[in-house]
């Protein structure tokens, strides 16, 4: 053996080789990539990925940069961690450091003594045990003082591993698998809710008691205080609250992840953060949250807005993990809530919010290719569910086709956006006013087998349903059939 075993867990494999999760999962399902128990030997890394270059993480950032501007996210933050969390990690770091050393000394006075060992054996045995002690000690010293293979690339990668750890911490979710990663200042929920993972939770500083989980493995620390008591007997086995705590080291925890019937009715006063022409007929409203009640909702959700006197019903264009930003896209018509947001909306001005409504939303343990359809604005949803997914990392290769006439393909540039910034993206804009059966039929062409995919399709009733038998023709699962009339 050469070199020494090191594991390391999924996530923070696609970080260091600046692929998607999802790409390292495509990998292990077509064994070009063994794991043990969910995790890579180091070496296995090495094999798979010999020209990652591990001391320049450069490929790594740029496909982030890209897709957090392609997801229209917060400014990317590579804030470092909060001071004490910093040295907590720092002092985690050291104690494994240590653990190895002490292990290495021990390894060494077991070699000294051994020679003392061989030393007696070769003086009190005859010629012939003296020569074979003399050959074992000359092939053990030649052995120990041989660099390992590849000795220069284990340790930048170790060295790279280290300073992830130190910036982030890994969080794996029982019972679901979800896995994210904690940085900067980020409590537990708030990583959780910018990877767009729906934990579960109501007040978010410490007051509901609904955030609360239970520690499996590792450290986590109270960042934030909380008022909620939670009683020494869940302490002891250890329950502990996501909006107050973060992770010192990578951390598994239990706690419940929603769906789309456990998230409550929420009434919320937002504001206009901007209105943004996307062209004549339509226009995507931009609303702030407060900072003190976020909106929860899924992916493909619609909510109630009004304004005055002047109310609709829309769905949410944004992803839930972008925080306090909610999108809606307002078609330009004579009702009175779309008059209001083509009229002089301004900044600021209040606009209720009441949901979150609707089923149609992803399932988050699927693996498979997922096609995105939307017929118009039907693009809203669609584009909801995609940055879900994509925050998510959880489809294996994404197809979106985009049907659009009448009010055209509005954020074409986005989509393109996302074609460029992921290598398992397809983006396919088409015209629709050959009408329904034609669309479908030109989608379907490309996929002759869809038994195993998953279809996200919005628009209007009559496309969906030759959609959907097209699909179903062509192989699909019913269960992977998810439609929504818009
Ligand atoms: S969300 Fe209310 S205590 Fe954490």
Redesign the pocket.
């Known amino acids: 053996m050469r070199s020494m075993s090191h594991y390391l867990p999924l996530s923070r494999v696609a970080r260091l080789v600046g692929q998607p999760r999802s790409e390292i999962q495509r990998m292990i399902h077509n064994d070009e990539l063994v794991t043990f128990d969910g995790m890579v030997d180091m070496n296995e890394l090495l094999r798979v990925f010999p020209d990652v270059s591990w001391e320049d993480d450069g490929e790594f950032r740029r496909v982030q940069e890209i897709k957090e501007k392609a997801f229209g996210k917060r400014v990317f933050e590579r804030a470092l961690p909060d001071k004490e969390v910093l040295a907590e990690r720092l002092f985690e770091l050291g104690k494994e450091f240590a653990a190895a050393k002490t292990l290495l000394l021990h390894y060494h006075e077991v070699l000294r003594f051994m020679g003392d060992k061989l030393n007696d054996v070769a003086e009190t045995g005859g010629a012939a045990t003296h020569d074979a002690v003399t050959g074992l000690k000359h092939w053990l010293k030649r052995e120990l003082n041989a660099a390992p293979q590849e000795a220069e690339r284990a340790e930048a990668l170790l060295a790279q591993e280290s300073v992830m750890r130190i910036m982030s911490a890994q969080v794996t979710i029982q019972p679901t698998g979800h896995e994210f990663f904690v940085e900067g200042n980020d409590t537990l929920?708030e990583a959780a809710l910018r990877a767009g993972i729906p934990l579960n939770?109501?007040?978010?500083?410490?007051?509901?008691?609904?955030?609360k989980a239970r520690l499996v493995s590792g450290q986590v620390k109270k960042v934030h205080p909380?008022d909620?008591v939670i009683k020494d007997a869940e302490k002891s086995n250890g329950a502990f609250?996501?909006?107050?705590f973060t992770a010192i080291t990578d951390v598994v925890i239990e706690a419940a992840v929603f769906g789309a019937s456990d998230i409550p009715e929420q009434g919320i006063t937002t504001k206009v953060k901007a209105v943004e022409m996307l062209g004549d007929g339509i226009a995507a409203l931009h609303l702030t949250a407060p900072r003190s009640q976020r909106l929860r909702f899924l992916a493909g959700q619609h909510v109630k807005l009004s304004i005055d006197d002047a109310e609709g019903e829309y769905y949410v264009a944004s992803c839930p993990c972008e925080d306090r930003h909610i999108e809606v896209h307002v078609r330009r018509d004579n009702r009175g809530f779309s008059r209001k947001v083509f009229g002089n909306l301004n900044r600021e001005t209040p606009v209720r919010l009441e949901g979150p409504h609707g089923e149609f939303v992803m399932k988050l343990d699927s693996r498979r290719p997922v096609l995105f359809i939307a017929w118009d604005d039907g693009f809203a949803p669609i584009k909801s569910l995609i940055q879900h997914a994509m925050s998510l990392e959880i489809a294996e290769a994404m197809y979106l086709y985009w049907a659009a006439d009448g009010v055209g393909h509005y954020q074409d540039n986005l989509c393109r956006a996302w074609t460029d910034a992921l290598d398992d993206f397809i983006y396919q804009p088409m015209p629709n006013n050959s009408g329904p059966k034609v669309v479908a039929e030109a989608i379907l062409a490309h996929h002759p087998n869809l038994q195993r995919a998953d279809i996200y399709a919005a628009g209007p009733a009559e496309f969906l349903a030759v959609l959907q038998a097209g699909a179903l023709a062509h192989g699909l699962s019913p269960l992977g059939w998810h439609g929504e009339v818009v």
């Not at 609250?241 to 107050?244: E, I, N, T, V």
């Open positions: 929920l939770y109501g007040c978010s500083n410490g007051n509901c008691g609904e955030c909380h909620f609250l996501l909006c107050s």
